[in-house]
């Protein structure tokens, strides 16, 4: 599992949402790199914004 937490500050949906959808992107290619899964969907990355709500999350 893969947690960023961010200063963005929008929900899911904003323009902070789509931001976080690319970090995810990102970290998923990192992750599938660096940690092969043994299954896909095996891990669960998740971005936060400054508040701590969810942003935006995806399997790798």
């Excluded at 400054?50 to 399997?59: T, V």
Aim: hydrophobic share 40%; net charge negative; aromatic share 6%.
């Amino acid at each position: 599992m893969v947690n960023i937490y961010t200063d963005l500050t929008g929900e899911l949906g904003s323009s902070d949402g789509d931001t976080a959808k690319l970090i995810v992107s990102a970290a998923t290619d990192w992750a599938t790199q660096e940690h092969k899964p043994l299954a896909e969907g095996a891990g669960l990355i998740t971005v936060y914004n400054a508040n701590g709500a969810i942003l935006s999350n995806g399997n790798y």
